[in-house]
């Protein structure tokens, strides 16, 4: 079955940049739609960019100019860089497909960004 696993969060100073990554096991990125969602405390779960199998990339206007979204076809992994982080960029970042996320989710990776 398909396993996620990501990495690279921490803590960063607002206007700061991290690079967070996502294994794939079970499944090839490259015939599935990607995504990175973050969840925030006290919020639901919600998409931050997408990345299609062509290579067609979607950002949330609130992402969008700073988050770039990537994918390593050979190393079946899914990246985002993340420029120009702001305090309500802090949550837990998932990798996941889309639109129909696999049933099961990583642990995440922690972003927090302090002001």
């Known amino acids: 079955q398909v396993q996620l696993v990501e990495s690279g969060g921490g803590l960063v100073q607002a206007g700061g940049s991290l690079r967070i990554s996502c294994a794939v096991s079970?499944?090839?990125?490259?015939?599935?739609?990607m995504g990175w969602y973050r969840q925030a405390p006290g919020k639901q779960r919600e998409l931050v960019a997408s990345i299609t199998g062509g290579g067609s990339r979607y950002y949330a206007d609130s992402v969008k100019g700073r988050f770039i979204i990537g994918r390593d076809n050979d190393k079946n992994t899914v990246s985002m860089l993340m420029n120009s982080l702001k305090p309500e960029d802090t949550a837990v970042y998932y990798c996941?497909?889309?639109?129909?996320?696999?049933?099961?989710w990583g642990q995440g990776t922690q972003v927090a960004v302090s002001s």
């Open positions: 079970g499944s090839s990125v490259r015939f599935n739609h």
């Open positions: 996941n497909r889309r639109p129909t996320p696999w049933g099961i």
